[in-house]
T-cell receptor, first 113, second 115 residues
């Protein structure tokens, strides 16, 4: 069975500082990894995904994520946080063909001015 | 939220009633999905459909039903058999459901409250 862990319920960061939202996964075969963001009472917006190739994936709104196979991690990062980045972030993984996406429990990011 | 619409945005239901949530997409995607989101939890898959006139149960299908008569539409019915239906319901679609690299795109959601 595949699974995703987001070990932090909430991450607090000051505006302008770098941010990291952590994600680790367990899956059979090659992992396909996704990050989504959710603003209050809205649907999920796709940020980025890792399929293959370069371990550093760049996505929307200045976000990037680093795939680390040995640590089975896919942490979301941004060099300089904005107050508008405050939202709920979800990591998701998919393994072999035919498997559905499995989501982590979400991490709330709070960026303070 | 792209080309996926969900209606209504808010829905109130009395106990014992069935309600149907609408999901429509104009992305020409083959696959569609329904998820349930509860506070403090991730998304849980209710049903999915990879092609018209075919659908499969997800992890928490009990008390729910779906249909897929048209490619662009995937309505979800929450029946009276669902014991705890109050939640935020999200519809998603993807180009080809069987492709593991496929990105799912989400609608804006429907918040269902049982009175």
């Amino acid at each position: 069975a595949q699974s995703v862990a987001q070990p932090e319920d909430q991450v607090n960061v000051a505006e302008g500082n770098p941010l990291t939202v952590k994600c680790t996964y367990s899956v059979s075969g090659n992992p396909y990894l996704f990050w989504y963001v959710q603003y209050p009472n809205r649907g999920l917006q796709f940020l980025l995904k890792y399929i293959t190739g370069d371990n550093l994936v760049k996505g929307s709104y200045g976000f990037e994520a680093e795939f680390n196979k040995s640590q089975t991690s896919f942490h979301l990062k941004k060099p300089s946080a904005l107050v508008s980045d405050s939202a709920l972030y979800f990591c998701a993984v998919r393994g072999n063909a035919g498997n559905m996406l499995t989501f982590g429990g979400g991490t709330r990011l709070m960026v303070k001015p | 939220d792209g080309g996926i619409t969900q209606s209504p945005k808010y829905l109130f239901r009395k106990e014992g009633q069935n309600v149907t949530l609408s999901c429509e997409q104009n992305l020409n995607h083959d696959a569609m999905y329904w998820y349930r989101q509860d506070p403090g939890q991730g998304l849980r898959l209710i049903y999915y459909s990879q092609i018209v006139n075919d659908f499969q149960k997800g992890d928490i299908a009990e008390g729910y039903s779906v249909s897929r008569e048209k490619k662009e539409s995937f309505p979800l019915t929450v029946t009276s058999a669902q014991k705890n239906p109050t939640a935020f319901y999200l519809c998603a679609s993807s180009m080809k459901g069987i492709d593991s690299t496929d990105t799912q795109y989400f609608g804006p959601g429907t918040r269902l409250t049982v009175l």
